[in-house]
Structure formats: structure tokens, C-alpha cells
């Protein structure tokens, strides 16, 4: 049977098409929409992979976290001063040449100044014949002859061998009997503080005294007897 069939009852001859059919007699029209609706959805797909791909390159192609390994840092404040105090010692030789040093006694002590004599000259100091002073007195002074030129340097290293005493120029008269140093350049008049003790004795007492002292050092003890002063020796004269 044709395509084209003739209309019946409508007196009037006439054609019509009859919808065209694919494989199977399914409508040809209706397959066409299937396709196109399955190419559009791989298109769609195609797109949407396309764009996935693209954010994943963007962002370093990772979702993954960056870890980093980070170190402790010191910041230094250029602003603020660090004052670093740091402390010297400097130690001056002695001088014990050059002039001749002469211990009179003017303490309560009989003997002191004979006793003093002998620890000065151990220490290296040049010693002459101990005397009397013209006075008693707590704290030794040292007396230096101005005209001799070495004689200041010698008394004021036996001031301080003397734990820190005084040094003056000898006043006129002498504090001694004789009213003169005798030829001496030096004259220690050693009053009752220093009598018979150590020069590591009078060291000792005079860092304590200045706040320089090594409190677990004990001073040296005297190499001597000493006298007390209510107990004068009987062989020894008061002058020396």
C-alpha cells in the first residue's frame, strides 16, 4: 500500500502524507530528539569536566593543605639599652726603696714598735731604730719628708700596707722624742688599731671595713706573740 491514499466520501480527490518512520516503525522524528537530547547531555558533561578541571589547575591542582615547617624567631629591640657592668682590679706595686722608714710608738702597747719594725722590714721596707712618739693615737699615720723625693712614694705604699692609713707630710717638729726623723725619710707613728697585728691582719680588717672583704677567707694569724696592752712585757722598754 502507497504512502498517498485517496480521501473517501469527500467527493473532492485529495492526498496526504503520513508521518515518516525510522527502523522499527518508531517515528523518525522522535529518535532524532533522543539523540539530540543524549548529545546534549555528553556535551554538558564534556563542559562541566572541562570546568572542574580548570578550578582544580587554578587552586595548585590540590585541595590539600600546605604545611610549612615554621621556626621560633627572636626579635631583638634596637630601642632598649643593656648596660653590662663589669668590674677590674687593679693592684699597685708596692715601694719600698728609696727611703728609710722609722716606726715610733704612740699606742699603749710596750714593744709594738719594735714588733712592727721587723714585719715592715720583712715586707721589704728599708727600717731604722724604733723610737716614742711625742702622742698616743687610735689610728696610725704616716709621715713622709717632703724634701726627699722618694719618700711619698714609700709612705703611702706603707699606709697601705698599714690596712689604708693616713700619709701626710712630717709636720715641724717631729712627733718624736728627738723632735727630727733622725736621717729617716719615712716615720710611722703606730697608734693602738695596728699595734702587734699582721699586715694580712690590717689587710683583712680594712677590706671588711670598705666592703670588699672574702667573708669565708679568715685573716692570717700572727706569726708572734701578742702583748695585751694591760700586760706590758717586762723585758721590753715602752719606746720601741
Known amino acids: ?14 492526498t496526504r502524507r503520513s508521518p515518516r518512520q525510522g527502523v522499527g516503525g518508531s517515528p523518525v522524528g522522535s529518535t532524532l530528539s533522543i539523540v539530540l537530547a543524549v548529545v546534549a547531555i555528553i556535551a554538558g558533561f564534556l563542559i562541566l569536566r572541562d570546568l572542574t578541571a580548570d578550578d582544580s589547575s587554578s587552586s595548585g591542582g590540590s585541595s590539600d593543605p600546605v604545611v610549612t615547617d615554621v621556626q621560633p624567631t627572636t626579635t631583638f629591640d634596637s630601642g632598649v639599652t643593656t648596660t653590662i657592668e663589669i668590674t677590674t682590679t687593679t693592684t699597685v706595686a708596692l715601694v719600698t726603696e728609696g727611703a728609710t722608714v722609722v716606726v715610733a710608738n704612740g699606742n699603749t702597747i710596750g714593744g709594738s714598735a719594735g714588733r712592727m719594725s721587723e714585719t715592715l722590714g720583712t715586707a721589704g721596707y728599708n727600717m731604722g731604730t724604733p723610737v716614742n712618739a711625742t702622742t698616743n693615737v687610735d689610728d696610725s699615720i704616716v709621715y713622709f719628708d717632703p724634701t726627699n ?18 700619709a701626710q707630710a712630717i709636720p715641724t717638729p717631729a712627733p718624736t722624742d728627738s723632735g727630727s726623723l733622725d736621717g729617716a725619710g719615712v716615720l710611722v707613728v703606730l697608734g693602738d688599731n695596728q699595734a702587734d697585728k699582721t699586715l694580712e691582719t690590717l689587710a683583712a680588717e680594712a677590706a671588711v671595713a670598705t666592703g670588699t672583704a672574702d667573708l669565708g677567707t679568715a685573716p692570717a694569724v700572727a706569726g708572734e706573740d701578742v702583748v695585751a696592752p694591760d700586760e706590758p712585757a717586762a723585758d721590753e722598754a715602752t719606746d720601741g
Open 1 to 14: 500500500m502507497s504512502n498517498e491514499e485517496v480521501a473517501v466520501g469527500s467527493g473532492v480527490g485529495a
Open 149 to 166: 723625693t722618694a719618700a711619698q712614694a714609700v709612705a703611702e705604699s706603707v699606709a697601705r700596707s698599714l690596712g689604708g692609713v693616713a
